[in-house]
């Protein structure tokens, strides 16, 4: 199995995308010990989404490019596919 993983940053609040993703996905986020939020998909069984601070962004996986300033929030995905 491998794991594929998607990162965005938006300038929205992460209490606002946290709201926005719990009452999406019908499901309660989950705080991490990094100061982030899991959110689990309850579509695919697969998926998972964290939803972290700019601030915290340095203890999960990230891309060469950092958020901006005005981005306050990253969200991570990552999907199981293989096995």
């Not at 340095?58 to 969200?75: D, F, G, L, W």
Request: hydrophobic share 35%; charged share 30%; proline share 4%.
């Amino acid at each position: 199995m491998e794991i594929e993983w998607l990162l965005f940053a938006t300038a929205d609040a992460p209490e606002k995308v946290i709201a926005f993703y719990e009452s999406d996905q019908k499901t309660k986020a989950k705080r991490d010990e990094h100061g982030g939020h899991d959110v689990d998909s309850k579509t695919a069984d697969r998926d998972s989404m964290s939803i972290i601070p700019t601030a915290k962004a340095q203890h999960y996986p990230h891309c060469a490019t950092k958020a901006n300033a005005s981005e306050k929030t990253v969200i991570l995905v990552s999907r199981a596919v293989g096995g």
